[in-house]
């Protein structure tokens, strides 16, 4: 057998035992409902005192209680029950040595127990148990709790004080009483110990968790090392998270690091969740703060053992981040995502939200949405935090648009209009600045047919410019207006077979597409460039009425693009294989060009080419760009998902930009896991780029997994610049069923692949 196969056969083997074979239990009834005694004997020493021996059990409505010998007492409805004793519930079974069952008073008291809950199976054993049924309270002395199978189940009770465990188990909490409370749902221990493999690894004198929702209580803590652009060596870290269950929709954690040379950090992490009727929100505000001791002296920091100065003194650093979505109902709905920090390099130096530690910026923006039936609008601010060596970016403040559509059975009418303030938030730059508007009003008729389409548009692109004066107008003038129509005729068919590939019968399409663009050439030279650059690759660019991303330029061109594609699909209409190549034909020179750049005279277009494949186990998609004069290589992006097995795949995703040109640039970023054995995974990620000859970012992972607790230990490597790397470990344990913290590798690839 496969390790992939003994690891999922184990998984399935990986719930606690049964403490005993669970029984039937009657249901509850608000009637009064007979008692049930049964055994293989039954005597009555006393008048009101029956005596059952062999097999003997009590049957009532919600409990079935079963001993090697049963003393009732009839009128008072109290029972002892002695040897093998078993109590079962709907939602607990509890073994024991002796129990007493009163059943006006609805109590009982068990000693030397066994207990687990259903349907959960979280287990544990303690010196007496006494229960209240009327206040759905259960009292524990001495007792132990864990999720994890037993490993040795002896069928002995409770041992003596001071002697050895007799179960084994790979994690347990000892409490020295506990309090199972029902009607709250919540566990509560005194004087806790947290014991992995038998060894004492942390201690609580009050333990608050609930029985089937999250738990108030400190969280696995988180040890790691880390070296940041302003240390020669690495500095260890050690975090120690406490979470704070608030209510059912909000809670909080507070995480406590001490980081070596720099101090104690403090981090706040609150969210919260609402929903009232068609009103829903949520947010999570994260605050983190620290007073850095390295920074803080004498404004220096140290590099390769040298002294180097570090900008202005920086003692109290922070950074806050707010995460926010709302649907406030009647078509408005609003996001916020905002960063802000006291420096540019806090995450190169505190290892907190490490996918900024390498970037030099990063989006920050809150938007008003409206939207009814036909309408769209919204308003937006849109911005930039600045890290290290950011680049001048245009920040919108504000941005205000509406989008407007009326069809009028295949013709339809469509308003699109917006206008941005760009602002750029430095006193220092040299670039212009302005509030464009912008309005295009588009008429189309459109025909779509199971056997092709037809789509004739017409569009108007009227755009305003109020530029200010900053002392950076390039343009000569105050105002300007300009409009560049676009005529655009589209029209494709969709040809179908049939055909058996062994004994699965597949569909296969042919689809030609053909596209007209007249846009007549406006004077666009002296518009400053905003938010426009070329298009990145993509085949669906073929039939885009403006060669150009943005709004500052509205290419001119007298074209027709041609594509043929072909898809191959399951009889059921779900993809499996796709290729498609396409070209440009222009009629005209194109006069419009970025600034800096020459006009575009050639009469054809590079070929475009795309390639995908689509199975339960492989997904690939590609675009290609070939020269058309050579048919060499000029640009590609690929991305492969590999599912080898269950838990081994491979993910890919490469990157050529200008190849053979001097501004050339190829990358590949690459990650894989891979199960050496039932118990250890291995993970490795890169991103490597191939002109410089230089690793951007390296990662190694090693996880181990067990039944109820798992450890992952990871390296990373990540290049910061010039040639300077920072390189950090991490370490963390999750017992699972009780707390985890950090991030797996698994997670990590994802995001960083974005499959």
Known sequence: MSANAVHAAELLNCQPQWITSPQSVPPESDSEQPTDLEADSLTQPQADVYQLSGSAFIKQPGLVVLGDKILYEKLRQKAQIFGQVEFHREDLIITADQATFENQQKTAQLIHTRYQMKPSRAHGHARTIDLDKQQEIAILQQATFTTCPIQNLSKGTVPASGEAKSDQV???????NLEINNQTRRVYGKNTVLFFHDVPVFYTPYFDFPLDDRATGLLIPEYGSYKSITDDTNRFYVKLPYYFNLAPNYDDTLTVMYMQNRGPVLENEFRYMEKSGNVRHQAELTLTALNDAQTAKDGLAYLDGNEVVYGDTIEQRWRAKLLASQNWGHGFSSNILWHETSDENFFADIPVENGYRTVTSTPRYARLNYRQENLQAYAQLYSYLRLRDAPVNYEKRPEIGLLYNESFGDLRFDLSTEATEFDVPLSNHSK???????????????????????K??????????????????TTGKDNFEYTVMQYALNGGLVFERNFNLGEQTFIQTLEPELQYLHVPYVNQAFVPLFDTTNKSLHFSNLFSSNRFSGYDRIGDTTQVSAALTSKILTRAGAPFLEAGIGQIFYLEDRQVSLTGTEPDTAEQSDYFMKLGLTTPDVYF???SQFSKEDTELVNANSRLRWKLSEDNKLLLNHTLYNNNLPDAKATLSAGATFRLSPRWEVGTYWNYDFTNEVRNEVQHALRYDDCCWATEFSVEETQLENGLYNYSVQFFIEFKGLSTTGSSFKQYLDNKLNF
């Not at 790979?170 to 020295?176: G, I, R």
């Open 432 to 454: 212009p600045e302005a509030l464009r508007t912008r309005l295009v009003p588009e008429l189309s008729y459109a025909i779509n047919q199971s056997y092709g389409h037809l």
């Open 456 to 473: 004739a548009s017409v569009a108007a692109n009227h755009l305003n410019y109020a530029m200010h004066d900053n002392g950076n107008n």
């Open 170 to 176: 790979a994690w347990e909490l000892e409490f020295e």
């Open 621 to 623: 998609y590609s675009t």
